[in-house]
C-alpha cells in the first residue's frame, strides 16, 4: 500500500504518469493533410493566371492604368497652379511692398512741405511785427493839443474779421477790446490775421 500521508506545509506526491501509446491515425493523417495542402497551393497558382486572363481583370487594370495616368497629370497641373499662386504672391507682395514705400515717401514730402509752411509764417509773422515796431509813428511836432479819440470799450464785439477791419481794430490781440477766440482761427492770440 502506498504511504499517502502528506507532511503538513507540503504539495501532495504525484500519482506516477501512465505510457502514452502513439495514436495509428496520425501516422496516415499528417501526409494525407501535406498532399491536400500542396494540391490546393498548385491549383490557386493556376487560378491566378486563369484570373489575369479574364476579360474582367484587364478591364480593371486598363482602368486603374488610366486612373493612375490621370492622377500623374492631375498632380502636375497642381504643382503648376501653385506655381503660379506663389508667384503672384511674390508679384503682389512686390507691388504692395512699392505701394508703401511710394506713400511713405509721399508722407515725408507732406511732412516736410508742412514744416516749410509753418516756418514761412513765423518768418511772415516775424517780418510783421518788426517792420510794424520799424514804422511806428515819428512824435509829430507839438502842436495844439487834439482832443483824444474815445478808447474803445471794454465790451466791443466783432462778429467776424471783416467787421473788425472795418472798424480798424485788425488784427486784434488777446486783451484788447473787441478781441474773440472766433476771431483767432490758429489760436495763437492774434485774430483777424
Not at 504539495?11 to 494540391?39: Q, Y
Request: with cysteine; aromatic share 4%; hydrophobic share 45%.
Amino acid at each position: 500500500m502506498p504511504d499517502t500521508s502528506v507532511m503538513p506545509g507540503m504539495p501532495a506526491p504525484m500519482p506516477p504518469a501512465a505510457e502514452k501509446k502513439p495514436k495509428k491515425w496520425l501516422v496516415w493523417a499528417v501526409p494525407l493533410l501535406a498532399f491536400v495542402i500542396g494540391v490546393g497551393a498548385g491549383s490557386a497558382g493556376q487560378d491566378e493566371k486563369d484570373v489575369e486572363a479574364t476579360p474582367a481583370f484587364m478591364s480593371l487594370r486598363s482602368e486603374l492604368t488610366e486612373s493612375q495616368e490621370e492622377a500623374n497629370d492631375l498632380a502636375d497641373q497642381v504643382a503648376e497652379a501653385e506655381k503660379r499662386i506663389a508667384e503672384a504672391t511674390a508679384a503682389g507682395e512686390a507691388q504692395l511692398a512699392a505701394r508703401s514705400a511710394e506713400l511713405e515717401a509721399q508722407a515725408a514730402a507732406l511732412a516736410e512741405r508742412e514744416a516749410q509752411v509753418v516756418a514761412a509764417e513765423a518768418a511772415a509773422q516775424a517780418a510783421a511785427s518788426s517792420s510794424a515796431a520799424a514804422v511806428a509813428p515819428k512824435p509829430a511836432p507839438r502842436a495844439a493839443p487834439v482832443p483824444a479819440a474815445p478808447a474803445p470799450q471794454a465790451s466791443t464785439y466783432y462778429d467776424n474779421c471783416t467787421a473788425a477791419r472795418n472798424a480798424g481794430a485788425a488784427p486784434v490781440r488777446a486783451g484788447q477790446p473787441g478781441y474773440g477766440r472766433h476771431l483767432d482761427r490758429d489760436g495763437d492770440g492774434v485774430g483777424c490775421e
